[in-house]
Protein backbone atom coordinates (compact mmCIF):
# COMPACT_ATOMS: atom_id res chain seq x y z
CA UNK A 1 0.00 0.00 0.00
CA UNK A 2 1.21 3.28 -0.61
CA UNK A 3 1.32 5.98 2.01
CA UNK A 4 0.89 8.87 3.21
CA UNK A 5 -2.86 7.54 2.27
CA UNK A 6 -6.15 9.38 2.36
CA UNK A 7 -9.29 6.76 2.79
CA UNK A 8 -11.96 8.34 1.65
CA UNK A 9 -15.48 7.17 2.94
CA UNK A 10 -18.36 7.55 0.16
CA UNK A 11 -20.73 6.15 2.16
CA UNK A 12 -20.56 8.74 4.95
CA UNK A 13 -20.10 11.89 2.30
CA UNK A 14 -23.73 10.36 1.55
CA UNK A 15 -25.09 10.37 4.81
CA UNK A 16 -23.94 13.20 5.44
CA UNK A 17 -26.17 15.10 2.25
CA UNK A 18 -28.98 13.04 3.79
CA UNK A 19 -28.25 14.93 7.28
CA UNK A 20 -28.17 18.39 5.44
CA UNK A 21 -31.23 17.24 3.73
CA UNK A 22 -32.48 16.59 7.43
CA UNK A 23 -31.62 19.62 8.63
CA UNK A 24 -32.89 21.89 5.35
CA UNK A 25 -35.58 19.37 4.44
CA UNK A 26 -37.54 22.11 2.13
CA UNK A 27 -34.48 23.49 0.17
CA UNK A 28 -32.87 21.94 -2.68
CA UNK A 29 -28.94 20.98 -2.22
CA UNK A 30 -26.43 22.80 -4.25
CA UNK A 31 -23.21 20.72 -2.73
CA UNK A 32 -20.06 22.43 -2.93
CA UNK A 33 -17.03 20.69 -4.15
CA UNK A 34 -14.33 22.89 -4.76
CA UNK A 35 -10.71 23.43 -3.98
CA UNK A 36 -10.19 19.47 -5.45
CA UNK A 37 -13.90 18.51 -3.31
CA UNK A 38 -12.41 20.05 -0.36
CA UNK A 39 -9.15 18.05 -1.07
CA UNK A 40 -10.77 14.86 -1.16
CA UNK A 41 -10.87 15.02 -4.90
CA UNK A 42 -13.67 16.72 -7.50
CA UNK A 43 -14.57 14.03 -9.81
CA UNK A 44 -14.98 11.24 -7.10
CA UNK A 45 -16.97 13.37 -5.27
CA UNK A 46 -19.11 14.31 -7.53
CA UNK A 47 -20.00 10.82 -8.72
CA UNK A 48 -20.23 10.05 -5.21
CA UNK A 49 -22.81 13.29 -4.59
CA UNK A 50 -25.01 12.31 -7.42
CA UNK A 51 -27.83 12.06 -5.41
CA UNK A 52 -27.78 16.03 -5.04
CA UNK A 53 -29.50 19.02 -6.59
CA UNK A 54 -26.69 20.82 -8.66
CA UNK A 55 -22.87 21.34 -7.65
CA UNK A 56 -20.72 24.46 -6.74
CA UNK A 57 -17.46 25.26 -7.30
CA UNK A 58 -15.28 27.78 -7.55
CA UNK A 59 -13.78 28.67 -11.08
CA UNK A 60 -15.01 28.09 -13.97
CA UNK A 61 -12.33 25.60 -14.99
CA UNK A 62 -13.58 23.10 -12.28
CA UNK A 63 -17.12 23.44 -13.70
CA UNK A 64 -15.62 22.12 -17.22
CA UNK A 65 -13.54 19.12 -15.74
CA UNK A 66 -17.02 18.26 -14.01
CA UNK A 67 -18.63 18.67 -17.20
CA UNK A 68 -15.83 16.37 -18.85
CA UNK A 69 -16.11 14.32 -16.65
CA UNK A 70 -19.78 13.87 -17.67
CA UNK A 71 -21.54 15.47 -14.88
CA UNK A 72 -24.97 17.10 -16.53
CA UNK A 73 -26.42 18.57 -13.02
CA UNK A 74 -26.05 22.01 -13.17
CA UNK A 75 -23.07 23.18 -12.16
CA UNK A 76 -22.49 26.79 -10.80
CA UNK A 77 -19.82 28.68 -10.74
CA UNK A 78 -19.02 30.66 -7.68
CA UNK A 79 -16.36 33.26 -8.21
CA UNK A 80 -18.41 33.86 -11.67
CA UNK A 81 -16.74 34.74 -15.02
CA UNK A 82 -14.50 37.57 -16.04
CA UNK A 83 -14.46 37.34 -19.74
CA UNK A 84 -16.66 37.21 -22.73
CA UNK A 85 -14.58 34.13 -23.73
CA UNK A 86 -15.48 32.69 -20.22
CA UNK A 87 -19.05 33.47 -20.44
CA UNK A 88 -19.12 31.97 -24.19
CA UNK A 89 -17.91 28.75 -22.74
CA UNK A 90 -20.58 28.84 -19.69
CA UNK A 91 -23.33 29.14 -22.58
CA UNK A 92 -21.73 26.38 -24.64
CA UNK A 93 -21.70 24.16 -21.35
CA UNK A 94 -24.32 25.52 -19.84
CA UNK A 95 -22.92 26.12 -16.86
CA UNK A 96 -24.64 28.52 -14.40
CA UNK A 97 -22.50 31.71 -13.86
CA UNK A 98 -22.74 33.88 -10.26
CA UNK A 99 -23.11 37.22 -11.56
CA UNK A 100 -21.55 39.53 -8.50
CA UNK A 101 -20.31 43.06 -10.89
CA UNK A 102 -22.77 45.24 -12.91
CA UNK A 103 -20.04 44.30 -15.94
CA UNK A 104 -20.77 40.44 -15.99
CA UNK A 105 -24.74 41.20 -16.93
CA UNK A 106 -23.08 43.44 -19.84
CA UNK A 107 -20.55 40.63 -21.01
CA UNK A 108 -23.10 37.83 -20.77
CA UNK A 109 -25.53 40.01 -22.95
CA UNK A 110 -22.82 39.79 -25.49
CA UNK A 111 -22.22 36.29 -26.17
CA UNK A 112 -24.34 34.09 -28.21
CA UNK A 113 -27.36 31.83 -26.42
CA UNK A 114 -28.11 31.75 -22.59
CA UNK A 115 -26.82 29.95 -19.61
CA UNK A 116 -29.71 28.11 -17.98
CA UNK A 117 -29.79 30.02 -15.25
CA UNK A 118 -28.17 32.97 -13.34
CA UNK A 119 -27.14 33.48 -9.61
CA UNK A 120 -27.60 37.81 -8.80
CA UNK A 121 -25.17 38.18 -5.42
CA UNK A 122 -26.17 40.38 -3.49
CA UNK A 123 -23.83 42.17 -1.07
CA UNK A 124 -25.45 41.32 2.57
CA UNK A 125 -22.69 42.65 5.06
CA UNK A 126 -19.77 40.07 4.44
CA UNK A 127 -18.13 42.64 1.94
CA UNK A 128 -16.55 40.27 -0.43
CA UNK A 129 -18.38 39.50 -3.80
CA UNK A 130 -21.87 41.17 -4.24
CA UNK A 131 -23.76 43.89 -5.79
CA UNK A 132 -25.58 46.38 -3.58
CA UNK A 133 -29.27 46.39 -3.69
CA UNK A 134 -29.10 48.68 -6.32
CA UNK A 135 -26.86 47.39 -8.88
CA UNK A 136 -28.74 44.13 -8.58
CA UNK A 137 -31.73 45.43 -9.34
CA UNK A 138 -30.82 47.00 -12.46
CA UNK A 139 -28.87 43.62 -13.34
CA UNK A 140 -32.34 41.95 -13.04
CA UNK A 141 -34.17 44.32 -14.98
CA UNK A 142 -31.39 43.93 -17.71
CA UNK A 143 -31.46 40.83 -18.07
CA UNK A 144 -35.31 40.39 -18.55
CA UNK A 145 -35.11 42.56 -20.93
CA UNK A 146 -32.73 40.28 -22.88
CA UNK A 147 -35.23 37.41 -22.23
CA UNK A 148 -34.10 35.60 -19.12
CA UNK A 149 -36.99 34.89 -17.01
CA UNK A 150 -37.63 35.56 -13.41
CA UNK A 151 -37.97 31.33 -13.42
CA UNK A 152 -33.63 31.30 -14.26
CA UNK A 153 -32.76 34.25 -12.24
CA UNK A 154 -32.21 33.67 -8.53
CA UNK A 155 -30.60 36.36 -5.45
CA UNK A 156 -27.14 34.59 -3.57
CA UNK A 157 -25.97 35.87 -0.45
CA UNK A 158 -23.02 34.49 1.64
CA UNK A 159 -22.47 34.83 5.53
CA UNK A 160 -19.60 36.30 6.93
CA UNK A 161 -20.33 34.62 10.75
CA UNK A 162 -22.17 31.76 10.34
CA UNK A 163 -20.13 29.81 12.09
CA UNK A 164 -20.83 31.84 15.32
CA UNK A 165 -23.91 31.63 17.25
CA UNK A 166 -26.25 33.87 18.09
CA UNK A 167 -24.25 36.92 16.42
CA UNK A 168 -26.18 39.36 15.67
CA UNK A 169 -24.56 40.04 11.99
CA UNK A 170 -26.10 36.96 11.02
CA UNK A 171 -29.45 38.39 11.79
CA UNK A 172 -28.90 41.51 9.97
CA UNK A 173 -27.32 39.72 7.17
CA UNK A 174 -30.97 37.40 6.72
CA UNK A 175 -32.89 40.66 6.79
CA UNK A 176 -31.05 42.63 3.50
CA UNK A 177 -31.51 39.08 1.94
CA UNK A 178 -35.37 38.53 2.94
CA UNK A 179 -35.90 42.17 1.93
CA UNK A 180 -34.34 41.73 -1.56
CA UNK A 181 -36.17 38.43 -1.96
CA UNK A 182 -39.48 39.65 -0.85
CA UNK A 183 -39.19 42.67 -3.50
CA UNK A 184 -38.06 40.36 -6.59
CA UNK A 185 -39.71 37.44 -5.92
CA UNK A 186 -36.58 35.70 -7.16
CA UNK A 187 -35.97 31.88 -5.72
CA UNK A 188 -32.74 32.57 -2.92
CA UNK A 189 -29.50 30.35 -2.22
CA UNK A 190 -27.70 31.75 1.25
CA UNK A 191 -26.70 28.87 3.88
CA UNK A 192 -23.51 27.44 4.01
CA UNK A 193 -23.33 24.61 6.39
CA UNK A 194 -23.16 26.61 9.87
CA UNK A 195 -26.27 28.37 8.47
CA UNK A 196 -28.13 24.71 7.61
CA UNK A 197 -27.55 24.02 10.66
CA UNK A 198 -28.38 26.84 12.94
CA UNK A 199 -30.20 29.70 11.12
CA UNK A 200 -32.83 28.31 9.41
CA UNK A 201 -34.47 31.61 8.82
CA UNK A 202 -31.64 31.71 5.86
CA UNK A 203 -32.93 28.28 4.00
CA UNK A 204 -35.02 29.55 1.55
CA UNK A 205 -35.34 27.59 -1.98
CA UNK A 206 -31.55 26.55 -1.98
CA UNK A 207 -28.84 25.35 0.19
CA UNK A 208 -24.85 25.13 -0.06
CA UNK A 209 -23.01 23.02 2.03
CA UNK A 210 -19.98 22.34 1.84
CA UNK A 211 -17.75 21.49 4.90
CA UNK A 212 -20.64 19.51 6.60
CA UNK A 213 -21.00 17.17 3.46
CA UNK A 214 -17.38 15.57 4.36
CA UNK A 215 -18.34 15.12 7.94
CA UNK A 216 -16.62 18.80 9.31
CA UNK A 217 -18.57 20.33 12.11
CA UNK A 218 -18.30 24.12 11.56
CA UNK A 219 -18.62 24.92 14.65
CA UNK A 220 -16.25 24.99 17.74
CA UNK A 221 -18.67 24.29 20.37
CA UNK A 222 -20.43 21.15 18.43
CA UNK A 223 -18.41 18.43 17.72
CA UNK A 224 -19.68 16.14 14.25
CA UNK A 225 -20.45 13.70 15.86
CA UNK A 226 -22.96 15.64 17.83
CA UNK A 227 -24.03 16.93 14.51
CA UNK A 228 -24.91 13.25 12.91
CA UNK A 229 -21.96 13.85 10.69
CA UNK A 230 -19.59 10.93 9.63
CA UNK A 231 -16.01 11.87 9.15
CA UNK A 232 -14.87 10.96 5.14
CA UNK A 233 -11.71 11.23 5.23
CA UNK A 234 -9.09 9.45 7.45
CA UNK A 235 -5.21 10.31 6.75
CA UNK A 236 -2.83 7.66 7.47
CA UNK A 237 0.43 6.94 6.48
CA UNK A 238 3.39 4.37 8.07
CA UNK A 239 6.46 4.46 10.82
CA UNK A 240 9.37 4.02 8.84
CA UNK A 241 11.66 4.22 11.07
CA UNK A 242 12.59 4.19 15.00
CA UNK A 243 15.58 5.44 16.93
CA UNK A 244 16.65 5.91 20.43
CA UNK A 245 17.65 9.01 21.68
CA UNK A 246 20.08 10.12 24.73
CA UNK A 247 19.65 12.99 26.46
CA UNK A 248 20.55 16.01 25.25
CA UNK A 249 20.05 14.62 21.00
CA UNK A 250 18.48 17.46 19.23
CA UNK A 251 15.35 15.83 16.30
CA UNK A 252 15.07 17.54 13.10
CA UNK A 253 15.66 20.88 11.36
CA UNK A 254 16.69 23.48 13.65
CA UNK A 255 16.87 21.37 16.66
CA UNK A 256 13.17 22.59 18.06
CA UNK A 257 12.88 19.53 20.37
CA UNK A 258 15.85 18.21 22.84
CA UNK A 259 15.41 14.78 24.57
CA UNK A 260 15.79 15.26 28.05
CA UNK A 261 16.19 12.00 29.14
CA UNK A 262 16.59 8.25 27.09
CA UNK A 263 13.46 8.26 24.30
CA UNK A 264 12.51 6.20 21.65
CA UNK A 265 11.74 8.10 18.58
CA UNK A 266 9.42 7.08 15.23
CA UNK A 267 9.78 8.62 11.70
CA UNK A 268 6.57 8.69 10.17
CA UNK A 269 6.31 9.49 6.46
CA UNK A 270 4.00 12.09 5.73
CA UNK A 271 5.46 15.73 5.59
CA UNK A 272 4.28 19.52 4.23
CA UNK A 273 5.02 18.09 0.66
CA UNK A 274 1.89 16.31 1.63
CA UNK A 275 0.23 19.06 2.57
CA UNK A 276 0.33 18.09 6.50
CA UNK A 277 0.81 22.02 7.96
CA UNK A 278 3.95 22.52 9.17
CA UNK A 279 2.25 24.56 12.26
CA UNK A 280 2.11 21.07 13.88
CA UNK A 281 5.80 21.21 14.90
CA UNK A 282 5.97 20.63 18.62
CA UNK A 283 2.33 20.75 18.36
CA UNK A 284 0.15 17.92 16.43
CA UNK A 285 -0.56 14.60 17.66
CA UNK A 286 -1.26 11.39 15.43
CA UNK A 287 -2.36 7.40 17.00
CA UNK A 288 -0.56 4.66 16.63
CA UNK A 289 -2.05 1.13 18.20
CA UNK A 290 -4.88 3.36 19.35
CA UNK A 291 -1.93 5.65 21.27
CA UNK A 292 -2.40 9.44 21.39
CA UNK A 293 1.42 10.38 20.78
CA UNK A 294 2.66 14.23 19.86
CA UNK A 295 4.78 15.14 16.85
CA UNK A 296 8.31 16.50 17.96
CA UNK A 297 10.40 18.63 16.07
CA UNK A 298 9.85 20.74 13.04
CA UNK A 299 7.56 19.45 10.02
CA UNK A 300 9.68 18.20 7.14
CA UNK A 301 8.64 17.98 3.81
CA UNK A 302 8.59 13.89 3.77
CA UNK A 303 8.61 13.07 7.46
CA UNK A 304 7.34 13.76 11.09
CA UNK A 305 8.99 12.53 13.78
CA UNK A 306 6.86 11.64 16.88
CA UNK A 307 7.64 10.70 20.71
CA UNK A 308 7.40 6.99 21.16
CA UNK A 309 7.78 6.74 25.02
CA UNK A 310 4.02 5.74 25.39
CA UNK A 311 3.63 3.04 22.63
CA UNK A 312 7.02 1.26 23.31
CA UNK A 313 5.73 -1.93 21.20
CA UNK A 314 5.20 0.72 18.24
CA UNK A 315 7.19 -0.53 15.45
CA UNK A 316 8.78 0.30 11.87
CA UNK A 317 5.64 -0.72 9.21
CA UNK A 318 2.85 0.32 11.86
CA UNK A 319 0.13 2.38 10.79
CA UNK A 320 0.03 5.99 11.83
CA UNK A 321 -2.99 8.02 12.08
CA UNK A 322 -2.70 11.55 10.91
CA UNK A 323 -7.09 12.94 11.48
CA UNK A 324 -10.21 11.42 11.51
CA UNK A 325 -11.04 9.31 13.88
CA UNK A 326 -12.98 9.61 16.56
CA UNK A 327 -9.95 10.48 18.76
CA UNK A 328 -8.25 12.58 16.41
CA UNK A 329 -10.59 14.55 14.19
CA UNK A 330 -9.03 16.88 11.91
CA UNK A 331 -10.73 19.82 13.48
CA UNK A 332 -8.45 19.27 16.37
CA UNK A 333 -5.45 18.70 13.84
CA UNK A 334 -6.76 21.68 12.75
CA UNK A 335 -7.37 23.53 16.12
CA UNK A 336 -3.37 22.45 16.96
CA UNK A 337 -2.27 23.99 13.90
CA UNK A 338 -3.92 27.12 14.20
CA UNK A 339 -6.04 26.85 11.51
CA UNK A 340 -9.59 25.32 10.48
CA UNK A 341 -10.07 22.17 8.68
CA UNK A 342 -11.09 23.54 5.77
CA UNK A 343 -7.20 24.46 5.07
CA UNK A 344 -5.88 21.29 5.89
CA UNK A 345 -8.45 19.45 3.54
CA UNK A 346 -8.06 21.44 0.80
CA UNK A 347 -4.36 21.49 1.07
CA UNK A 348 -3.52 17.70 0.59
CA UNK A 349 -1.63 17.57 -2.18
CA UNK A 350 -1.51 15.63 -5.37
CA UNK A 351 1.06 13.16 -3.16
CA UNK A 352 -1.25 11.69 -1.07
CA UNK A 353 -3.28 8.70 -2.68
CA UNK A 354 -6.57 8.62 -2.65
CA UNK A 355 -8.50 5.49 -1.73
CA UNK A 356 -12.40 5.52 -2.15
CA UNK A 357 -14.59 2.69 -0.33
CA UNK A 358 -18.18 2.97 0.78
CA UNK A 359 -17.93 2.19 4.54
CA UNK A 360 -17.83 -1.26 3.66
CA UNK A 361 -14.09 -2.17 3.72
C1 LIG B 1 -19.79 31.22 -1.65
C2 LIG B 1 -19.72 29.98 -0.82
N1 LIG B 1 -20.83 29.27 -0.62
C3 LIG B 1 -20.83 28.14 0.13
C4 LIG B 1 -19.66 27.67 0.71
C5 LIG B 1 -19.70 26.43 1.56
O1 LIG B 1 -19.42 26.77 2.89
P1 LIG B 1 -19.24 25.67 4.00
O2 LIG B 1 -18.08 24.83 3.56
O3 LIG B 1 -18.94 26.44 5.23
O4 LIG B 1 -20.50 24.88 4.06
C6 LIG B 1 -18.48 28.39 0.53
C7 LIG B 1 -17.24 27.91 1.16
O5 LIG B 1 -16.24 28.51 1.32
C8 LIG B 1 -18.50 29.57 -0.26
O6 LIG B 1 -17.39 30.31 -0.47
Known amino acids: MNYPLASIDTAALQHNLQQARRFAPNSRIMSVIKANGYGHGLLPIANALLETDAYAVARLDEAVLLRQGGINHAIVVLEGMHTREQFQCAIDQQITPVLHLAEHVELLLKCNGQVPFCWLMLETGMHRLGMPAEALRLAKQQLNSAGYT??????????????????????????????????????????????????????????????????????????????????????????????????????????????????????????????????????????????????????????????????????PGDEVLLWGSTQLPVEQVAMSAGTIAYELLSVLTQRVHRDYCDGQS
Open 150 to 315: DQQLGLMSHFANSDLLDDSRNSAQISVMRQLVTETGLSACMANSAAIISLPDAHYQWVRPGLMLYGVSPFNEQSAKDLGLKPVMQLRSTLIATQLLKPGDQVGYGGEWTATKATRMGVVSCGYGDGYHRHLSNRGNVIIRDRLLPVIGRVSMDTICIDLEHCPAAM
